[in-house]
C-alpha cells in the first residue's frame, strides 16, 4: 500500500509585527513570547527581533506577517515572508507644504 502525503516542512515559523521596512527587500519583524519566570511564577514578555526577506517588497510597518526560517541570505537574513496575515491601518498624514486653511470672519 502506497502512501501520498505531502511532506510537512521542518523548517521553523514564526508571526510578528514589521516594525521596520525601510530597507530594500528587507523587513524587521518583531515576535514577542510569554514565559513564566521559573522561581516567581510571573509571566514575562519577551521580544525578539528577525531581519526577514521581502521579495516584492509588499510588508509595511504595522502589519502582522508570518516569516519562515530558510538558508542565510546575508549577515543578519535568515527568515523570508510568507505572507501579510493583517494589513495595518493606513494613517493619512497632513501635507508638509505648509498650506493652512484660514477662516475668515464676516463682521455685520
Not at 87 to 103: D, F, I, M, N, S
Amino acid at each position: 500500500m502506497v502512501e501520498t502525503t505531502a511532506t510537512a516542512s521542518r523548517r521553523k515559523t514564526q508571526i510578528g509585527n514589521v516594525v521596520s521596512a525601510k530597507m530594500s527587500k528587507t523587513i524587521v519583524v518583531a515576535v514577542a513570547r510569554q514565559k513564566a519566570h521559573p522561581m516567581y511564577r510571573r509571566v514575562l514578555k519577551k521580544t525578539k527581533s528577525f531581519y526577514a526577506h521581502d521579495e516584492a517588497n509588499t510588508a509595511r510597518v504595522g502589519d502582522v506577517v508570518k516569516i519562515e526560517e530558510t538558508k542565510p541570505l546575508s549577515k543578519l537574513k535568515r527568515w523570508r515572508l510568507i505572507e501579510v496575515i493583517r494589513r495595518a491601518a493606513l494613517v493619512h498624514e497632513p501635507e508638509a507644504t505648509g498650506a493652512k486653511t484660514e477662516v475668515s470672519e464676516t463682521t455685520a
